[in-house]
């Protein structure tokens, strides 16, 4: 068909978006969890010092190495949903590029 985008780019953009659903919704799924999850770490830090002031029990829970290993975990959940996101996204790009060089060429056809 378009000289710029092959048939073949565009099978292989699909087999993408297709074979990698699962693992991208999965990704997606433990990104948000570990990003709710956060609060539940947070108020059980907090509850640790539950003698001194809310604002005191806060201080104490956003510097503890138990917060910042999951603030690291957070990181990587990110970096993996944001990949997949990016890579749907140009799988995606490819696609729509190739239909709109069709849809030029069936109209010059004209």
Do not use: P
Not at 23 to 36: P, Q, S, T
């Amino acid at each position: 068909m378009s000289a710029f985008i092959t048939d073949e780019e565009v099978e292989r953009a699909l087999d993408y978006l297709r074979d990698n659903a699962t693992a991208a919704a999965k990704a997606r799924a433990e990104r948000l969890y570990v990003e709710d999850y956060l609060k539940v770490i947070k108020a059980k830090l907090m509850a640790e010092h539950d003698n001194l002031s809310a604002v005191l029990q806060e201080r104490h829970a956003l510097a503890d190495d138990r917060y910042l290993q999951h603030l690291d975990a957070i990181r990587e959940a990110v970096e993996i949903d944001e990949k997949h996101r990016f890579l749907r996204g140009a799988a995606e790009a490819k696609i729509e590029a190739w239909r709109t060089m069709c849809a030029t060429e069936r109209s010059m056809k004209l």
